[in-house]
């Protein structure tokens, strides 16, 4: 019952021929110098991911009292470092100026437990876009834990924004070499 | 039926004549042909011949040799394979070998499609066997591939300072391959940018290509 339409056939035949082409076309290996001798190998490599994700990012301060955010390596490769991108925005009246500490554990009603926290960067002075660097080292899924403090705010607000960034090689772990 | 008979036997005799005739013209053909066989000649002579063959073996020199990586890479980050390149045909090869390297699937880790990222490979070549616990060599060391991209490996690519890297037969190449990764990215608050080569795998395929030495004419 099947019978090859016309329009099959030129198409059998032209595959046919882009087929024989393809065959023709394709050399040998070095078959107008000779022979020639090859050796293959391979394995499979993957890449890691890096980078430190904060559970807030943007505050709104109307008093002096501290705000805080955890920051934690969300990647898959340990961070030797973190920055942060901080903005402060200027209320209409007063200066207010906003410093960062940071403490391997959550802070406890604006202490940090065991010790004073760490201070990162300086005295930031609003309005300002600037980047702090934090050198605290962040194994795969550990978190640091930043407090925002606050001076010179009286009723109107201010935003402190703070953006977590990890910039590869620096600020990732050592590098690592591997003989196998 | 005599009537029948009589016909028999005259028709008998008409068929020996025919065949009598044509073994006669056999005959007659047979002798003509056998004039000019007689005048050709034959000269005959023998000699042996076999052709060599050229094949280039890959085997691990120290460690396992290439294979699959299980770790993830970072950025400056090296992944060191150690390899024999060992010439087993009974031709030697010509001066010079490439390297070729394709990754399946082709991605950023491979394409060159995130600018001056991606997987680099270099390959070292120590006139002894490497020392895997250190990655070492105790004699002497040639560099045979800069460290390049393996998106520009797609292609072969000549490796250097090898003109007798395995130009003589059972001549073996004690080679380290190292495998980095190249990336200057920024991720910000977890997230990776939009053309990156974090996250990815592939798998790479190297091809190691010599030529067998120039033909030779020979007098004899």
């Known amino acids: 019952m099947f019978r090859p339409t016309n329009r099959r056939v030129r198409r059998t035949a032209a595959t046919a021929v882009i087929l024989a082409l393809g065959v023709g076309l394709v050399p040998p290996i070095a078959s107008a110098a000779g022979l020639g001798g090859r050796a293959t190998g391979g394995g499979a490599v993957a890449t890691g ?12 301060f109307t008093s002096n009292t501290a705000q805080t955010t955890t920051v934690a390596n969300t990647g898959s490769v340990a961070l030797g470092a973190e920055s942060y991108s901080v903005t402060l ?3 209409f009246f007063f200066t207010p100026t906003v410093s960062l500490f940071e403490c391997p554990v959550p802070w406890e009603r604006g202490a940090c437990p065991g010790g004073t926290g760490t201070r990162i960067g300086g005295t930031l002075v609003a309005p300002t876009t600037t980047t702090i660097t934090s050198t605290t080292p962040l194994a795969v899924g550990s978190s640091t834990y930043l407090q925002v403090e606050p001076t010179g705010v009286f009723f109107l607000p201010m935003t402190v924004t703070l953006t977590p960034e990890v910039t590869s090689p620096a600020q990732l772990r050592a590098p690592i070499r591997t003989n196998r | 039926m005599t009537t029948h008979r009589h016909t028999s036997k005259k028709e008998r005799s008409h068929g020996k004549l025919v065949v009598a005739g044509l073994l006669t013209t056999s005959a007659a053909l047979m002798a003509t042909a056998g004039v000019y066989a ?11 011949v076999s052709s060599g063959s050229l094949n280039l073996t890959l085997s691990p020199d120290v460690g396992v040799g290439f294979s699959n990586f299980t770790g993830v890479m970072a950025p400056g980050d090296t992944d060191n394979v150690y390899v024999n ?34 997987l680099t490979i270099s390959a070292t070549q120590c006139s002894v066997a490497w020392t895997l616990s250190t990655g070492n060599c105790s004699g002497t060391t040639k560099t045979i591939l800069a460290s390049t991209t393996v998106s520009s490996l797609s292609a072969p690519v000549a490796l250097s300072n090898i003109p007798a890297l395995v130009a003589a037969t059972g001549q073996v190449a004690h080679v380290q391959v190292s495998l980095g990764l190249a990336a200057t990215e920024t991720s910000v608050n977890g997230v990776a940018p939009a053309a990156t080569v974090q996250g990815l795998s592939t798998t790479l395929a190297y091809t190691f290509t010599e030529q067998q030495r120039t033909g030779v004419a020979t007098n004899q």
């Open chain 2, 38 to 48: 007689g005048l050709s000649a034959t000269a005959t002579g023998a000699e042996s």
């Open chain 2, 85 to 118: 390149l060992n010439n087993t045909g009974s031709l030697a090869s010509a001066a010079g070998m490439t390297l070729a390297v394709a990754g399946n699937p082709v991605n950023a880790l491979t394409s060159g499609s995130v600018p001056g990222e991606g």
């Open chain 1, 49 to 60: 991911t890096w980078g430190a994700t904060a559970s807030v990012t943007s505050m709104t």
């Open chain 1, 89 to 91: 925005t200027k209320p």
